[in-house]
T-cell receptor, first 114, second 114 residues
Framework: NAGVTQTPKFRVLKTGQSMTLLCAQD?????MYWYRQDPGMGLRLIHY???????AKGEVPDGYNVSRLKKQNFLLGLESAAPSQTSVYFC?????????????FGSGTRLTVV | DQQVKQNSPSLSVQEGRISILNCDYT??????FLWYKKYPAEGPTFLIS?????DKNEDGRFTVFLNKSAKHLSLHIVPSQPGDSAVYFC?????????????FGKGTKLSVKP
């Protein structure tokens, strides 16, 4: 049982380049999330999805796009990377919104934009 | 405006003593509060939670206390162990809107010295 898997683990981009971060979960969770973590800023929500085919904006969505074509996958895209997007990105998933279900996080993707 | 605040960026404690990590919040609509623990190069892992209708929840060495009138919660670790050294994030969930998304504090780095 792998849980939440993020690929790649590390990436260096040049300003203006594009890339896609992949998040895959094998727990049949409905909800999936993308967070970024910056020094002194904690975890901030970029986008989230409450089910296959749905996406919604979080706290800091600008410069990112997402897609949830399959229930198990949540993709985060950077169309034109900027140095301000240098961060550690975490994907998380949750079973549903009934009662309380804790988030399961991936191990993160460290992205540097030069 | 920060809705979940962890005002101490770091805390150093001797092994065997008590660690107390604090968290304040501003939104009275939060219905669940959680603590996550994060080691370097890993994703956050769920530690303990408390519902807003309770004032205490205990799990082994970890106890979370909630003071709703003061909008304050704390995590007590007794006794502290070197393996507890990590960054601890306080998080809160709103009932109703935003699909129950979690809002995280900035984290407190705990160092437990042997």
């Amino acid at each position: 049982n792998a849980g939440v898997t993020q690929t790649p683990k590390f990436r260096v981009l040049k300003t203006g380049q594009s890339m896609t971060l992949l998040c895959a979960q094998d727990m049949n969770h409905e909800y999936m999330y993308w967070y970024r973590q910056d020094p002194g800023m904690g975890l901030r929500l970029i986008h989230y999805s409450v089910g296959e085919g749905t996406t919604a904006k979080g706290e800091v969505p600008d410069g990112y796009n997402v897609s949830r074509l399959k229930k198990q996958n949540f993709l985060l895209g950077l169309e034109s990377a900027a140095p301000s997007q240098t961060s550690v990105y975490f994907c998380a998933s949750r079973r549903d919104n009934r009662g309380f279900g804790g988030y399961t996080f991936g191990s993160g993707t460290r992205l540097t934009v030069v | 405006d920060q809705q979940v605040k962890q005002n101490s960026p770091s805390l150093s404690v001797q092994e065997g003593r008590i660690s107390i990590l604090n968290c304040d919040y501003t939104n009275s609509m939060f219905d669940y509060f959680l603590w996550y623990k994060k080691y370097p190069a890993e994703g956050p892992t769920f530690l303990i939670s408390i519902s807003s209708i309770k004032d205490k929840n205990e799990d082994g060495r970890f106890t979370v206390f909630l003071n709703k009138s003061a909008k304050h919660l704390s995590l007590h670790i007794v006794p502290s162990q070197p393996g507890d050294s990590a960054v601890y994030f306080c998080a809160a969930r709103t009932n109703g809107g935003s699909q129950g998304n979690l809002i995280f504090g900035k984290g407190t780095k705990l160092s437990v010295k042997p």
